[in-house]
């Protein structure tokens, strides 16, 4: 049973999850270059009732270089591919049908994406207006005929392809080409856990970590997941923060919350500035996205670690163990 309600937990997390980066997409930077397979991700994660009733999906995801687009406009270019693709496969025979989202790097170091399905493809006369604002052959109510219109103007104001080839009867594929990011590694380095376990289990460094949140749920959570490695002390609100470090407490990590009724995340990382520059290094960020534009350019500015909830175990243990291993360079 907990392991059932665990994996209800991650589902809705998930969902969250994508829901959240789709939202976001006015916000976000869009000069930051994106990593495709976590778009391809959040898009499959949006799709997956769509697509597994009718198809197998297959991923083939070759290492591609980062994109600079918006998050969210580029998720809602995959969504309607996948959708579309879908939408040409009949229900109820998702055994012989497969949709595959495949990505590879061209010889110009572009991002190439495609999305094949094996449905009914496109008749030779229908082809050239399918990126057609309102072309649809669908049905009234079941078709807007937008979505390659709108797939098309995202794609080409990034400065890429989109293409489509089709076999009547055979199924469809549709490509997308995007300029790489000059110079980006093909993907985020995942975080060692090895020299986790170390400090874990020597029990030589045994470093200190304050929570601040002002759900005790929350606060509380988190020190279960870290109380195994870190002492922990816990502050449910900024002022309490402040309090323990004013008193002469220092930690080597501070997990703090965003939005907090007296004092935000944000006024408790000016505040320690001014009382303790040291410990303002030593902060982490948890939000739950809900961002000012203004909170958020605060954010990137102080370049520190930012989590966002729901957070895994995973996630908040690795980004606590890089902050309590690493010498942070002086905040500006
Ligand atoms: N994967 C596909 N397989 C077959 N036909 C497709 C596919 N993708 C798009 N089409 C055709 O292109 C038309 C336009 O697609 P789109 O712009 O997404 O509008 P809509 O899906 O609302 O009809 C669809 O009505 C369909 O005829
Ligand atoms: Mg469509």
Redesign the pocket.
Known sequence: MVSDARDGAERVRKIVHGLRSFSRSREQDPSTPLVVADVLDAALRLTGNEVRHRAQLVRELGPVPRVVADDGQLTQVFI??L???S??IPEGHSDQNRITVRTRTDDQGRAVIE?E?T????APE?QA?????F????DVG??????????HGIITGLGGQIS?E?APEH??V?RVVLPGHAGAPARDAAPAPASEAVTAANGRTRHRVMLVDDEPQVAHTMERLLRRDYDITVALCGRDAIDHITRGARFDAIVTDMMMPNMTGIELSEELRRVAPDQAQRLIFLSGGAFTAQARERLDELGAPQLEKPVTAKELRACVLRVVTEARPPAP
Not at 129 to 133: G, H, I, L, Q, S
Not at 135 to 138: A, E, I, L, N, Y
Request: charged share 15%; with cysteine.
């Open positions: 309607n591919l959708i579309n693709a939408h040409a999305v399905d449905g009914q493809g496109i229908v207006r399918v990126f057609d604002p072309f649809t052959t669908k079941e078709g807007t005929g937008l979505g390659l219109s709108i797939c489509i089709s199924g469809t549709v």
